[in-house]
Structure formats: C-alpha cells, structure tokens
C-alpha cells in the first residue's frame, strides 16, 4: 500500500499522511480529528511505512556494517549475535560477512557494506597494523574491535592482549614445571599475534629450563590448525602443556590429539584465549582468558550510535578488561 492509497481512504493529502507518519502532525496543525482517521486506515491495513527509503532520504539507512574473521569462533559467534539483538531493538539492522582471514575478502566486503550506505562500520580485521586502506573513508564512523584497526578515524575496541597474554602464560608455568610446551597460534603478521607472543615471552623468560615450541599456522581455522598440528606430530611428542592465542585453534589441537591417540592425554596441562563449554568436561587442569562479550558489545554500540547523533568519537582506544577462569586447576 502506497501513501497516495492511504491518503485517498482517508480522505486527506499525500502530505498529510506523511506528517502524520513522521509525527510531524502537531507541527503542521494537522487536527486531532484526522490524525486518528489517517491511523485507523494505516492499521485497519497493516501500513508499514518503507524504512530504508526514508532513512535514504534522511541521510541514514539505519544499518551497521561488521566485518568478522571467523563464524565458527564462540567469541565472534557470541558478540555477533548480541550485537544484532542489541542494535534491531534500536531500529538498526545489522549486516554480518565473514572474511575468513582473509584481507582481499575483507577489502571487498568493506568496499561493499559502505556501497550500501551503512552508517557505520564494525571491523574485527585480518589487516597487518600498517594497513591505510580504512582512511579513505572518513565519511563513516569505524571501529575496530578484538584485533587492532589502523586507520585516522578509527576508535578501537580492544582487550590487553601483551599482558592478558603475560597474565595466562604465568599461570600455566606457576602450575607445575614442564619440559616441553606448545606454543599455538596463527598469522604473525596480526598485531594481536604479535602482542600475545610478546606477553607469551615475558612470562617464559623466568622459565628457561623449559623447552617452548612456537607452531604458527595460515588461519585462526579448526581445520587448518588440525592439519598443521598432524604435520607437528609427525616429528615431536605429546606436549605437556599447550598455549593457545585462540580457542578455535585449540579446537583443531584436541582433534589432532583424538585422530593420533584416540584421546586427550588428562596430564596434558591447557592455557587458552576463549572458553567453551566443553572445556568444563575435561579432567584436564584449564586455565582461560575469557572477554566481556556484554562489554564489548555495548561500548561498541554506544561510540557507534554517539557518533551518528553527531557526538565526537575521536581515534582512540578503549580497552576491556578480561578475566582468568580456572577449571581442575588446583
């Protein structure tokens, strides 16, 4: 149904049946009387006014764009599904892609959610630190969160990943003493990558008896770290402790493991970034460092909407702070 149908039942103007839908009525004098004449025709018809069409003429198309690197992760899993809960209940869609680590795809899919006129951009990027490719879009407000986001214009959204790195790996060396650790994480280029390996060495460097293996693969990927760690075996032994950057490479490690073994040995000590369920089922001693899913999402939502109701949001960062859960960890 069209405005100019509306107008016609009701027996008013087109304009009029538009003040009355954008609740200019009272502004323009519009009587009482044919205000409720123009809103019994719109529910007696289930009228629903073209959202994106009066966002394009507004300015606004009242959509967010975010950029993830992984769907199968629990962290980005958890954070994409509040964010789209949180955001619809502010009349805001938002519009989700998946790069897989990978910076041409993540390219395209920035150059494509701005195309669509997204007000503004949420990018957790598999883009290496020096990356100037977000500064040609100033226009927009663009945040990045999780991994840090280069950029003039960008505020970023992140955790401390050097010291939460520090924090993990002083756990799991006060745990017990071992002769032999893994080391397991993906893209070195990452600044991410980069800050955890360096917490990672802070607390190793008080631990040099302990002979620490660095494995990095091509993707933070199930698949592709379940390959790599196979490849691993093949010349080394069963670690007596692993260190994870990240949970969904944990994952492809516990695979490795029961393909090779048949299990997961219980004296086999666990130090990773991200929790998961599964991991309270294990004998194994675990210690994790979790993030503030409910944080992270509303600092993101409240600098993304501040800067749309032309707030100043500035290229800062604001850091979130996680926290240790320990499971069989006496």
């Not at 957790?124 to 990045?144: H, K, R, W």
């Not at 214009?153 to 520090?166: F, K, S, W």
């Not at 944080?295 to 850091?319: A, C, F, H, W, Y």
Request: overall charge neutral; charged content about 20%; hydrophobic content about 40%.
């Amino acid at each position: 149904m069209k405005l100019d149908e509306i107008a016609k039942l009701a027996g008013v103007s087109r304009t009029t049946v538009s003040y009355v839908i954008n609740g200019k009525a009272k502004k323009y004098r519009v009587s009482d009387r044919t205000i409720e004449k123009v809103k019994s025709v719109i529910k007696q018809y289930d009228f629903k006014p073209n959202i994106m069409a009066a966002g394009l003429r507004a300015g606004k198309t009242y959509s967010i764009g975010l950029i993830i690197p992984d769907l199968e992760n629990t962290s980005y899993a958890k954070i994409a599904n509040l964010l789209e809960s949180k955001f619809r209940e502010r009349g805001y869609q938002l519009l989700i892609t998946c790069t897989n680590d990978n910076q041409d795809i993540e390219l395209q899919c920035a150059k494509h959610l701005i195309q669509r006129q997204v007000d503004a951009l949420l990018v957790s990027s598999a883009l290496p630190a020096d990356t100037v490719f977000y500064n040609e879009y100033a226009q927009i407000p663009i945040l990045g969160f999780d991994r840090y986001l280069n950029g003039k214009h960008v505020t970023n959204v992140l955790g401390d990943d050097e010291n939460d790195a520090q924090c993990l790996a002083d756990n799991l060396f006060k745990k017990q003493s071992y002769s032999k650790v893994l080391f397991l994480s993906a893209l070195v280029s990452l600044p991410v990558s980069q800050a955890r390996e360096r917490g990672f060495h802070k607390a190793f460097s008080s631990h040099n008896n302990i002979a620490v293996d660095y494995l990095y693969v091509a993707q933070f990927n199930k698949a592709v770290a379940k390959s790599a760690v196979e490849k691993w075996l093949e010349n080394n032994e069963v670690p007596e402790a692993i260190f994870c950057t990240s949970l969904t490479l944990l994952q492809g490690f516990f695979q490795a493991l029961l393909d090779k073994l048949g299990e997961i040995p219980k004296s086999l000590v666990i130090a990773t970034f991200g929790h998961h369920e599964m991991l309270e089922l294990l004998s194994n001693p675990v210690v994790c460092m979790v993030q503030d899913y409910q944080k992270i999402v509303q600092t993101l939502i409240n600098l993304s909407l501040n800067e749309l109701e032309d707030r100043q949001l500035g290229s800062d960062t604001n850091s979130i702070q996680r926290k240790v859960v320990y499971h069989h960890y006496d």
